[in-house]
Nanobody, 120 residues
Framework: QVQLVESGGGLVQAGDSLRLSCAAS????????MAWFRQAPGKEREFVAA????????RIADSVRGRFIISRDNAANTLYLQMNSLKPEDTAVYSC?????????????WGQGTQVTVSS
């Protein structure tokens, strides 16, 4: 079992930056491929970014490419999402997830989410 707890969300203005954190506990953090997802009101959950176990490989959604950076610190058991040049359409609940493969589903591990609100 892996427990995931997100933090760092908040209310910001368009153009601002935020850094989200996802603290992991339980099983070995670097056993897992980690990802960020987001869900806006009335919309389906959307993939944001993923990072390999060692942090050497990343995948970024086109909607945030060039603005968001995913990283991890395996020594600290923590996943990060640096969000720059935020836009109102980035408003959503952001959740981190852990999986043994690049395909996250209900049987994988999910955090409870942190709200990010970007005002125009």
């Amino acid at each position: 079992q892996v427990q995931l707890v997100e933090s760092g969300g908040g209310l910001v203005q368009a153009g601002d930056s935020l850094r989200l954190s996802c603290a992991a506990s339980g099983r070995t953090f670097n056993d897992y491929i980690m990802a960020w997802f987001r869900q806006a009101p009335g919309k389906e959950r959307e993939f944001v970014a993923a990072i390999s176990r060692a942090g050497s490989g990343v995948r970024i959604a086109d909607s945030v490419r060039g603005r968001f950076i995913i990283s991890r610190d395996n020594a600290a058991n923590t996943l990060y999402l640096q969000m720059n040049s935020l836009k109102p359409e980035d408003t959503a609940v952001y959740s981190c997830a852990a999986s043994s493969r690049y395909n996250w589903g209900p049987n994988d591990y999910w955090g409870q989410g942190t709200q990010v609100t970007v005002s125009s």
